[in-house]
């Protein structure tokens, strides 16, 4: 019987030569029939890929068989279901590109990169460190949400700052406005899903003038395997593939709202025009409820 799994994992670590990559990861794949999506630059290489647990461990053996992929953070979870092919029901196809940076923050130019990650960023913590901080700082401790706002909107750390992002690009511009130099001074937490964002927005933020921060190592993946939902976070955590999102026990807080008659839920939806990739939080009744922006525009006609 199949056994579907995902793996989340990236590496910040310089590589001459990112197309060479980019054909072993490519030809890897389509031989192992994972499918999933591999971005990698001059910076390192970032992926989520899905398929039937054997397939995943031969990957793995070989990705960690590069010397620079070694010491790789990756981590895994239960996939859906695979098809009778052995393809990942997660995943509509295999995409594996170069890319000028791993992760689109626009900056590619003020990320510096070593044999030992990222130049510059902030201080890892892990979720056992982020408690013992929260402990002896208490409310001083700022958490700061490093994905786009949207994903915010399943789930979040208890009083966590959410950034008004749609893309991750805003945060450069939002950072260099001042809107948060209230921050600078205080200890501030960042945090995403698996980690990696927050290795380039702590050191943008530190570059600008944010003297003591933090980047939950792992991200929220990571603390929720360790405390689940009997921590500091709370809902639904919002994930790049076919499930949507992911819960970390049977008692996770639901605090989505439905953009469509406002009913409490964690589901999230594409705006059914083909057209359109705004996302919304919907429930399931409202699924076929268009964006704000086509709703206007049936009103109209």
Request: glycine share 12%.
């Amino acid at each position: 019987m199949a056994t579907p799994k995902i793996v989340l994992f990236y590496a910040f670590v310089p590589l001459p030569d990112p197309e060479a990559i980019r054909l072993w990861q490519r030809d890897l794949c389509e031989a192992l029939r994972l499918r999933g999506r591999i971005l990698i630059s001059p910076h390192g290489i970032n992926g989520t890929l899905g398929g039937d647990l054997p397939a995943v461990k031969k990957w793995l053996r070989s990705f960690r068989s590069y010397g620079p992929f070694r010491d790789a953070d990756v981590k895994w979870s239960e996939g859906t279901a695979v098809d009778e092919a052995g393809y990942s029901a997660d995943f509509p196809r295999l995409s594996v590109k170069v890319r000028e940076e791993i992760v689109s923050f626009g900056a590619p130019g003020e990320l510096r990169v070593d044999e030992h990650g990222v130049v510059g960023g902030g201080t890892r913590l892990s979720p056992e460190a982020l408690h013992d901080l929260v402990a002896e700082r208490g409310d001083e401790v700022v958490f700061f949400d490093g994905r786009n706002a949207f994903e915010a909107e399943i789930g979040r750390f208890r009083g966590a700052v959410v950034p008004e992002t749609a893309t991750t690009r805003d945060f450069v511009g939002l950072l260099d406005s001042g809107v948060y130099d209230d921050l600078k001074g205080r200890p501030v937490v960042t945090y995403c899903t698996g980690g990696i964002r927050c290795e380039v927005l702590s050191s943008l933020m530190r570059a600008r003038g944010f003297d003591e921060v933090y980047q939950l190592d792992g991200g929220i993946v990571r603390y929720g395997e360790t405390f689940g939902d009997d921590g500091l976070w709370e809902g639904s955590l919002y994930v790049f593939d076919g499930r949507g999102s992911i819960d970390f026990s049977d008692h996770a807080a639901v605090i989505g709202s439905c953009a469509g008659c406002g009913t409490a839920t964690n589901r999230t939806a594409n705006c059914p025009d083909p057209s359109c990739r705004h996302q919304a939080v919907v429930c399931a009744d409202c699924v076929a409820v268009p964006c704000a922006e086509h709703a206007r525009d049936a009103q109209r006609v």
